[in-house]
């Protein structure tokens, strides 16, 4: 190992992406909005480690193994990988882990364990990102109601090993509901792509059509369980401005699914990104707007 090569490239900065970070905000919103007390400190430095260093990390250490060629997340024309991607990301990871111990050891561990599951699903050695159910599940969990349920024990100052009640369970219901529904999305304009590399994705499984029935299908159980959780809560208002907030993804969803259905080109990368930054842009007025509110 060379010393040139632990310093990033501008193409390893590229690849951590961390403007996609944003579509995994709206989980720590909403965790936000619901811990029962939030230190500032503690919240600024929550937010650090996960949106600064442990999903870039993730992006980074992904990129690495993929080698993409045609477009990714935010990447239309990728740029080629380098080594320094891989430490780069190594070294975020290792900083979001020692970091993570200054919230709680719990914490510190909850990060570590979300590296290790970004590796299985990314290494060449492991590869669970090859297989459609059990890629779609670690993205569902870990994602999803994983990063809700430490998120929020963190903010509270709580442990994770306590408060298991139905609300804290349903919640985190919804935030892996609402992934769950973009990760088929964020796949159906890389069949191509996937299938040269031998990963059989869940978009692959489903198909064109499949998965935005899927992807609907997801999205009303996120909807479901809202409307349980808000019901729960005795706070049904905000059950209501879910559905008005939710109602552009409804609609840019439905007119794309139609477009796909007339021409399977238009499940390309440009339609992806708009339904990414349209999704991610509805839920984190939603959910920002209950953390302002909390």
Known sequence: MKLKQLIPTPSAWAHMRFVFSVFLLPVYLFAFSQATFVQPGQAVLIFFIWHFLAFPASNGYNSYFDKDEDSIGLLEKPPQVDISLYYFSILLEALAFGMGFLISWEFAVAVLIYGIMSKLYSHSATRLKKYAIISFLTVFIFQGCFIYYVTYSALSGLSLFRHWDTGFIVAGAICSCLIGASYPLTQVYQHDEDSRRGDRTISLLLGYKGSFIFSGAMFALGIAC?????????????????????????????????????????????????????????????????????
């Open 226 to 294: 809202s409307f349980y959780y808000w019901h729960l809560e005795g706070k049904m208002v905000n059950f209501y401005f879910f559905l008005v907030c939710a109602l552009p993804i409804f609609l840019f969803f439905n007119y794309w699914f139609y477009k796909v259905g007339k021409s399977t080109a238009n499940a390309d990368f440009k339609n992806a990104m708009r339904m990414n930054f349209l999704s991610s842009g509805c839920m984190l007025v939603y959910f920002g707007t209950l953390a302002l509110m909390s």
